[in-house]
Structure formats: C-alpha cells, structure tokens
C-alpha cells in the first residue's frame, strides 16, 4: 500500500539521513554528477578582495600582469572563498504528483527528496529556500543558512501535501512554467536551483525559463517517477478510475501496452528536453525504493557494512 500523505514528524526525521552524498562538483567515482555534468556544477565560488605587492612564496599565478605593468612593481590578486551558497528547491505538488502504486506517493518521494536536500544543504553551512507549488498556489521562501529556515520549507510542503486528494482540481501543466519564471527572478548569481518534480507540463516555454535561469546559476532536476507509469501490469480487464469518471480496460491488450510505454517515454523525453539542452544533470528517483538509498547511490558511494559519512 502506497503511503498517501506525508507528515512533519516523518520529513524531519530525515535528518539523520542526510548523509553519504553532495551536490558540490567534487564527486565519488560513482556519482552520478562525475563526468561532464561534474563541470556543469560551480560549487563555492572566490570573491575578489584586494590587490596587493607581490611577496617571495606567493602564487605566481595570482600576479594581476595589468595592474603589476601600471603600478611598475609586482601586484598579485587575492581572494576570498565564498563562505556560503544559496539552494532553492523547487518542490512539485501539483495533482500529476498524486499517484503511487508502492511504498509511497510521488508528492511523497518529492516531499522526502526535499527534505533530504534540505537538511544536507544546512549541514554543510549553506542556505536554503523553496518554492513549493502545487494547484493550491505557489509560496517562496527565501534562502537562509538555519535549520529553522528547512521547518518553514517542510511545513509548507506538508500544508500543500495534505491537500492533495482524488477530487481535487484538475492538473496544471501550466505551473512549471511559473515556477521557473519566479525562480529566474529570485535566483541571483551562483545559486544551485534543484526541480524535484515528475516534469509534467515541460515544453518549449520551459527551455526557454530554464534558459534564463542557467544564464548565471546551475540546475540540477530531480525526476520523480513511479514504476508502474513506465509499463501497465498485466492483469486483464480493469477498472480505471478519475474522480468521478470510470473506465473499464483490457490491460494485457498488447496495443494499449506499447501505446502506454510510449506515452510514458514521450512525457519524459519532453522533460528531458531542457535538462539535454543545457546539459543539467537529472536524478531519476523512483516511488517503490527508499529515497535517501537512491540520492546516496545517485550522488556518492555507498560503503557496505560501514557507517556513511558526510
């Protein structure tokens, strides 16, 4: 039985489990994000501070050869790291998220998804925010380096969560495209923007409001997804249900199996598309597994038999 809702007891249990794996570029050889996606991530940033006279031992790869050739003496350029980074999730609770068929929901997985980020964001000194958006409406909440600031981002996703059932609104496609709007407005300059989402709805619009955002930040999507929308069961004839609307269908047809695989492959292709075109990793995670297992296996090495550490 696939678990409906979430509560604010269970998210903030996560925290323990917030371990074993990054979003910083620097990658276990398993991570997911190693290879050409590594690059595509900024990590902390140097913020310049001074120009000062070159001494014996400094870096001779710091010497500012402009300023040295005006001042007429050695100049080097000193920097300071950027002690900190802002993360704003972008956390889907939309009515196409409001299907499981094991262990969990997919508005579920995406509120667990969120949380996880959340509490490894914080760990590491960074700040977080949100935007959660669902039919309901859409709430930001603006980064901050606390763990006060994850309660606030979990709260809302629960009040949003808990509002999902079978005879709420219709799905809005539409809201993506919304979303990345208000985050190319909020996200300023190095931020890591991170979708935990099923995608549904990306189209052109998207890679355009995607486009914007990569311009100074990276992106990195989380693809929630359920097992059984790649492939129906087969079970023979069935009674699919939508609300208040009923459909009886022979399952096992052959036809209907390929026409619902394609469909599936063609929703995630479409949601792909934004994530090919500005080379942003995605994070396939499925309903039936335990999501923290997954980010851990995604975005680090799993150590078997010994303790994870951060």
């Given at each position: 039985?696939?678990?409906?809702?979430?509560?604010?007891?269970?998210?903030?249990?996560?925290?323990?489990?917030?371990?074993?794996f990054?979003?910083?570029?620097?990658?276990?050889?398993?991570?997911?994000?190693?290879?050409?996606?590594?690059?595509?991530?900024?990590?902390?940033g140097?913020?310049?501070?001074?120009?000062?006279?070159?001494?014996?031992?400094?870096?001779?790869?710091t010497?500012?050869?402009?300023?040295?050739?005006?001042?007429?003496?050695?100049?080097?350029?000193?920097?300071?790291?950027?002690?900190?980074?802002?993360?704003?999730?972008?956390?889907?609770?939309?009515?196409?998220m409001?299907?499981?068929?094991?262990?969990?929901?997919?508005?579920?997985?995406?509120?667990?998804?969120?949380?996880?980020?959340?509490?490894?964001?914080?760990?590491l000194?960074?700040?977080?925010?949100?935007?959660?958006?669902?039919?309901?409406?859409?709430?930001?909440?603006?980064?901050?380096?606390?763990?006060?600031?994850?309660?606030?981002?979990?709260?809302?996703?629960?009040?949003?969560?808990?509002?999902?059932?079978?005879?709420?609104?219709?799905?809005?496609?539409?809201?993506?495209?919304?979303?990345?709007?208000?985050?190319?407005?909020?996200?300023h300059?190095?931020?890591?923007?991170?979708?935990?989402?099923?995608e549904?709805?990306?189209?052109?619009?998207t890679?355009?409001?995607?486009?914007?955002?990569?311009?100074?930040?990276?992106?990195?999507?989380?693809?929630?997804?359920?097992?059984?929308?790649q492939?129906?069961?087969?079970?023979?004839?069935?009674?699919?249900?939508?609300?208040?609307?009923?459909?009886?269908?022979?399952?096992?047809?052959?036809?209907?199996?390929?026409r619902?695989?394609?469909?599936?492959?063609?929703r995630?292709?479409?949601?792909?598309r934004?994530?090919?075109?500005?080379?942003?990793?995605?994070?396939?995670?499925?309903?039936?597994?335990?999501?923290?297992?997954?980010?851990?296996?995604?975005?680090?090495?799993?150590?078997?038999?010994?303790?994870?550490?951060a």
């Amino acid at each position: 039985m696939s678990r409906v809702h979430v509560t604010l007891d269970e998210l903030l249990r996560l925290r323990h489990r917030a371990r074993g794996f990054s979003f910083l570029p620097r990658q276990p050889v398993h991570s997911l994000l190693t290879g050409r996606h590594a690059s595509r991530l900024r990590g902390r940033g140097l913020d310049f501070e001074e120009l000062r006279h070159y001494f014996e031992g400094d870096d001779t790869r710091t010497i500012d050869w402009s300023a040295t050739a005006r001042r007429g003496s050695p100049q080097v350029r000193v920097y300071t790291e950027e002690r900190d980074r802002s993360v704003l999730l972008l956390v889907d609770q939309r009515m196409s998220m409001f299907f499981g068929s094991r262990r969990a929901m997919k508005s579920v997985a995406a509120a667990e998804a969120a949380a996880l980020s959340a509490f490894r964001v914080t760990s590491l000194g960074d700040r977080v925010g949100a935007i959660v958006f669902s039919e309901h409406g859409i709430v930001e909440i603006r980064p901050e380096a606390r763990e006060a600031a994850v309660r606030r981002i979990l709260a809302e996703v629960v009040r949003q969560n808990r509002l999902l059932s079978v005879d709420g609104p219709p799905a809005d496609p539409f809201l993506l495209n919304q979303v990345f709007a208000r985050a190319a407005r909020l996200a300023h300059h190095d931020w890591l923007v991170c979708l935990i989402s099923d995608e549904a709805g990306a189209d052109a619009e998207t890679v355009r409001r995607v486009t914007e955002v990569t311009a100074h930040n990276d992106v990195l999507s989380v693809f929630v997804y359920d097992p059984l929308e790649q492939r129906l069961p087969d079970i023979g004839r069935a009674v699919l249900a939508e609300g208040d609307r009923q459909i009886e269908v022979d399952l096992s047809g052959p036809e209907l199996q390929r026409r619902f695989a394609e469909a599936f492959t063609e929703r995630r292709q479409a949601g792909a598309r934004f994530s090919l075109h500005q080379a942003i990793p995605v994070l396939p995670i499925s309903t039936d597994r335990d999501v923290a297992e997954q980010f851990r296996e995604l975005l680090g090495r799993r150590l078997a038999r010994r303790r994870l550490v951060a």
